[in-house]
């Protein structure tokens, strides 16, 4: 055989080995993988049995801690006072108030029970029960005695909590004692159950079996304690929790099995209990011996496969040598052709990018010369005409870089190397930029160029502002180039939201020349127009919509025209954008911080402006009328003038048929003289020195200019640039600086809930403390190990989302070791017992809502002095320290106004602005809870009442919090459906005679709160 033969044959063998190797390493590869897999499936198996037997504990230990808490307080009582008058009475009420328990009962030293919760039972002896002959044969007062389960004479078994009543000397006297109730105890044990083979179990120190569940007839009362159990190696480990693979002997099955001790801390008992979980072993394994026969035979499928293919492979590749031995030549002279032809479009590449970056070059360097000159003399002395042209220079010199850019962009396009960023921008902030194009663009021209926003169009987004504008630039410039008259509309609505994504519809549609349905088809093209005239008559190179519809669709959209030549065009294009994430107690998506709730008048005599103005003022916040004409207005004021009601500002078309927007504006001065004079906004299209010269020539007529077309935020600016907002909602601060007591101290605040947020932060700088505030304990915790020097005192909140208050305090204390860091508890919890678990918790101390200024100021006092300069005192309400008057020291209905005001240190403006909110978040309180209900949500419901518990509390309507706290703790008992409808009939009659009290105050302290429903979160 020739050499050549032989390293052929040689070289086609050798692959063999090779996939014998492959498939070894991935055969080891998924063999390594199910190993691993099998691993973590049990790993995960004990992880989640850990976690359910340790919610049965915790639950299972506060139970016998309530138990013994109602026990210890009836042994105290029965070792004072000795006779059970009205004891019978006082047993049934707890009994019911603890689901837990199915009996309780006294028994007296002879084993005789002389008062319970169920009649029947008394005057029956039990002497022989062990739950007395223990505590009678080992005394001691102080233990907690847990009895082995006995049966009952109906049947079930029962396991009792006894405490032993010491007589005057200290002796034997009796026992108080409780059935632990079997149906409860299985409820809980079935609610952590999530998967059907698996069972829970609770079982007495002493090894016999209390509940299994499911419940498997013949095992209650069995004893687990035989030597070499599971059950009995645990307990003699002494450890809280052991896991273990074993066959368990309670049921015979080989089962994975935890269990764990329940001992709370600081409960003595004579015996625990005990918890266990246990899962079907095949049944965990199950889900993995099916990925083992799906690996597996997917495995051999890939083996045979790669056979069979390796093989037919080879021999095909065998017969391309052979071909390929005849065609060599062909195939060079083919790959030098090709060579030569990609070096040449290479070669034609460079120049061609090349002559772009020396054109923008060369352009961009004079040009930016020109525009920063310009801006340079923009900022000397100018005269109006002199800046007007200064601003058409401006214009001028963009529109020739535009033109510049549109060659660099389709080139880019073409050349796929076009990239769209994904950063945060405000859609608000880019039409008032449009805004001034589209203005100056239009300014020659009998056009109305307006902007309509839907109202539930998202302004915070994610995605490229800057090609967004260039589209919508290119699209509306045109509508406003091709318009000589009539108008531009550029519409935004909303199409949808889904996974932190918002679709927008964009719509620019014009009464221009139109376009004719033979050109439609070709305007997309590059350096084209709709007809060879038009590039004559208004100029442009013919770009601007190719590149449009290339950057629509690198956005995922694509653009639709609809046009009838001398009719107009319509151009649209729908794209999604990110939405950027917000703080949950942030308020609801506006373009501006909550303005003053205004009411306005548009006076407009084109339907589409006016209609479009309308939409902006509600969505706003801002109650709006509408008037055609000036007459109409004139009339329309004249009414509301006759009514007792004005309008806060008139926003007036400068251009109206008829009676024009000045003349319009001198009659309302007129007309209003004897009533409140509004605001007058001018709306023109005209430029700066038009604006300039009208409000030289009619002093005192016009308040402020807005140019069109007009964004949501031009009209907040044009209010806040005449100085009318503001000037109605604050007053001068009259407050003594003596007063402020708590100047220079530093104060960090937790709270979750916004309103409580506003009392708090009013209430602490009224007197002068600095705040800081956080809306969960892990900002909480942040802040102090940001900044643990700088606060004086920490008041804290209890039941937050994302982290509580006691967590936080826990970490603030032992990870960040701020022991001397003074932390108050601020809650609407007020119990004994919810103070001590603040205490426990860390805390400090525990003040109580509605927050009392004086009761704060005193125990702050006793923590922390300031270490802090103290701030400027702040601008307030002038009234803040102005005696009660009449109305105030009577109260009104369902509140207690005169506690209050004083508990707010007189603070109404605080008191009104929080009311008129409180107002509008909370007037369906009862639909809201209801409407939880019905679905499921009782958590979310009770956490509602919660919140709404400490609101009105702050707000002084005692009797409506005293009633949410009632229907809160309602829903966490769960078993009183006719109780719950009654407490909830209640709460909505309570609320609605406070919500309409707090109206009042809304209107009286604040009337600006009254119109603010649509600004609340």
């Not at 932390?823 to 809502?849: P, Q, W, Y």
Request: glycine letters at 8%; aromatic letters at 6%.
């Amino acid at each position: 055989m020739s050499e050549r033969n032989l390293t052929r044959n040689g070289r086609l063998l050798f692959p063999w080995p090779m996939l014998a190797g492959a498939l070894l390493v991935l055969g080891a590869a998924v063999g390594a993988n199910l190993y691993l897999d099998y691993g973590r499936t049990g790993t995960r198996e004990q992880e989640r049995l850990l976690t359910q037997t340790q919610v049965i504990q915790e639950n299972l230990g506060r139970n016998l801690d309530s138990v013994n808490l109602v026990l210890a307080s009836l042994q105290r009582e029965q070792s004072h006072k000795g006779n059970y008058d009205d004891l019978e009475r006082r047993l049934k009420i707890l009994a019911d108030a603890m689901p837990g328990i199915r009996t309780l009962s006294v028994v007296d030293a002879a084993g005789t029970i002389r008062a319970a919760n169920r009649p029947e039972l008394v005057g029956r002896n039990f002497k022989e029960r062990d739950y007395f002959k223990t505590p009678r044969e080992h005394p001691d007062p102080a233990l907690l005695y847990v009895s082995p389960p006995f049966r009952t004479v109906l049947g079930p078994f029962l396991i009792n909590a006894t405490r032993m009543m010491p007589g005057p000397h200290g002796e034997f006297a009796g026992v108080v004692t409780a059935s632990l109730d079997p149906e409860y105890f299985t409820t809980m044990l079935s609610s952590v159950r999530y998967a059907p083979d698996m069972w829970t179990a609770i079982v007495h120190g002493d090894g016999p079996l209390f509940l299994i569940n499911p419940d498997r007839k013949g095992l209650a009362g069995k004893n687990l304690a035989l030597p070499g159990t599971f059950f009995t190696r645990h307990r003699q480990s002494g450890r809280e929790a052991s896991i273990n693979a074993c066959t368990t002997y309670i049921t015979g099955e080989k089962r994975l099995l935890v269990w764990r001790t329940v001992q709370p801390a600081g409960l003595k008992m004579d015996k625990p209990l005990l918890v266990a979980a246990s899962r079907d072993l095949s049944a965990v394994y199950e889900s993995w011996r099916r990925d083992v026969l799906a690996q597996g035979g997917l495995f051999g499928l890939i083996a045979l496969i790669s056979a069979l293919g390796h093989y037919v492979y080879r021999k095909r590749q065998r017969e391309f040598e052979r071909h390929a031995a005849n065609s060599a030549s062909a195939l060079r002279e083919s790959a030098e052709r090709y060579q030569l032809a990609a070096e040449a479009a290479e070669s034609a590449n460079r120049t061609k990018s090349r002559f772009l970056a020396s054109m923008s070059h060369e352009i961009r360097t004079p040009m930016n010369a020109v525009i920063g000159l310009n801006y340079l003399l923009q900022r000397t002395d100018l005269n109006p005409r002199q800046r007007d042209y200064c601003d058409k220079i401006q214009v001028a010199a963009k529109s020739l870089l535009g033109i510049l850019n549109d060659i660099l962009d389709f080139s880019k396009v073409e050349a796929g190397k076009m990239e769209l960023e994904q950063v945060p921008f405000r859609l608000d902030d880019l039409l008032r930029n449009m805004s001034v194009i589209l203005s100056a663009n239009s300014r020659d021209k009998d056009i109305e160029v307006v902007f309509a926003i839907a109202p539930d169009v998202p302004f915070r987004l994610l995605g490229d502002p800057l090609r967004l504008q260039q589209v919508l630039i290119n699209l509306a410039g045109n509508a406003v180039k091709f318009t000589e008259k009539g108008e531009v509309v550029l519409s935004v609505s909303l199409t949808g939201t889904d996974a932190g994504h918002a679709g927008l519809e964009f719509v620019i549609r014009d009464t221009g020349i139109g376009i004719g349905s033979d050109n439609l088809a070709q305007i997309f093209d590059g350096f084209t127009q709709a007809e060879a005239s038009t590039s004559r008559r208004f100029g442009g190179t013919g770009l601007g919509l190719a590149i449009s519809s290339r950057l629509v669709r690198l956005m995922g959209g694509e653009i639709r025209v609809r046009s009838e030549e001398g009719k107009g065009s319509e151009f649209s294009f729908t794209v999604k954008f990110g939405l950027q994430p917000a703080d949950k107690d942030a308020p609801a998506e506006t373009v501006f911080c909550p303005p003053p709730p205004l009411h306005v008048l548009i006076v407009d005599d084109n339907s589409t402006a006016r209609e479009a103005l309308l939409c902006m003022a509600e969505f706003i916040g801002w109650s709006a009328d509408t008037a055609r004409d000036g007459l109409q207005a004139l009339r329309t004021i004249a009414d509301a003038l006759g009514n007792g009601a004005h309008y806060d500002a008139v926003f007036i078309d400068w251009g109206m048929p008829g009676i024009g927007g000045v003349e319009t504006g001198r009659r309302i001065r007129e007309l209003c003289h004897d009533g409140r004079m509004p605001l007058i906004v001018m709306l023109s299209s005209c430029g700066r020195e038009a604006m300039a010269g009208l409000a030289q020539g009619h002093p005192g007529v016009v308040d402020g200019f807005i140019t069109k077309p007009a964004t949501p935020s031009m009209l907040l600016d044009a209010v806040a640039a005449a100085g009318r907002g503001t000037a109605r909602i604050t007053s001068p601060d009259c407050r003594d600086k003596t007063g402020r007591r708590l100047a220079g101290v530093r104060a960090l605040v937790v709270e979750d809930n916004t309103f409580n947020q506003m009392v708090a932060r009013g209430m602490l700088e009224g007197e002068g403390a600095q705040v800081v505030m956080a809306g969960n304990g892990r900002e909480a915790v942040e802040f102090v190990r940001s900044a643990a020097a700088s606060f004086d005192c920490v008041l804290m909140d209890v039941q937050m989302p994302i982290m509580d208050g006691y967590e936080a305090t826990i970490e603030i204390r032992k990870t960040l070791g701020e022991s001397a860091l003074p932390i108050i508890a601020m809650t609407a919890d007020a119990f004994e017992e919810d103070r001590l678990h603040c205490l426990e918790a860390g805390m400090n101390d525990h003040v109580s809502k509605p927050i009392d200024i004086d009761a704060l100021v005193e125990i702050l006092g006793r923590y922390c002095s300031p270490k802090h300069s103290e701030p400027e005192p702040v601008a307030g309400p002038d009234i803040l320290r102005s005696p009660l008057d009449i109305d105030e020291s009577t109260g009104l209905p369902g509140l207690n106004l005169p506690d209050t005001v004083r508990r707010l240190n007189g603070n109404r403006s605080l008191y009104g602005q929080v009311a008129g909110m409180v107002c509008a978040k909370y007037a369906d309180a009862r639909q809201q809870v209801e409407q939880l209900l019905s679905s499921g949500d009782t958590a979310a419901a009770r956490q509602l009442l919660h919140t709404f518990k400490g609101v009105v509390a702050n707000m002084g309507a005692f009797t409506l919090a005293e009633c949410a706290g009632v229907l809160e703790e309602t829903l966490v008992a769960g078993d009183d459906e006719e109780g719950r409808e009654a407490l909830l009939a209640r709460l909505d009659s309570l609320a609605s005679e406070a919500i309409s009290s707090l109206r009042i105050v809304a209107d009286r302290y604040d009337p600006q709160s009254s119109q603010s429903e649509n600004t609340i979160p």
